[in-house]
């Protein structure tokens, strides 16, 4: 069974930082792609950043381009979110996903972790 924890949210001043973490675990995990998404109260789910593991690359939502950095540790099998001047409108559920191939749809990827909550005060 694949299992993706997550862990790092919480609350900040508009123009913090914080990183997220995302460890997976599972006897045959081994994925493509990771991604990260986020979903608002009322919102949809949103497609944030996402990287492949074996070359690093990295893609990411125009909205956080500049500001967030995805990153991968391989031997730790953990995927990492570093977000830097963060704004009010980033709030939000964060999710880490894994999956066989790099999308920005939610639908394409096959496992989810439950989710850290990111609050932004004004």
């Known amino acids: 069974q694949v299992q993706l924890v997550e862990s790092g949210g919480g609350l900040v001043q508009a123009g913090g930082s914080l990183r997220l973490s995302c460890a997976a675990s599972?006897?045959?995990?081994?994925?493509?792609?990771m991604g990260w998404f986020r979903q608002a109260s009322g919102k949809e789910r949103e497609y944030v950043a996402a990287?492949?593991?074996?070359?690093?690359?990295?893609y990411y939502a125009g909205s956080v381009k500049g500001r967030f950095t995805i990153s991968r540790d391989n031997a730790k099998n953990t995927v990492y979110l570093q977000m830097n001047s963060l704004k009010p409108e980033d709030a939000a559920v964060y999710y880490c996903?894994?999956?066989?191939?790099?999308?920005?749809?939610?639908?394409?990827?096959?496992?989810w972790g439950q989710g850290t909550q990111v609050t932004v005060s004004s």
């Open positions: 990287i492949t593991l074996n070359a690093g690359t990295t």
């Open positions: 599972g006897r045959t995990f081994s994925p493509y792609a």
């Open positions: 996903a894994a999956g066989w191939m790099l999308a920005t749809l939610p639908e394409k990827y096959n496992y």
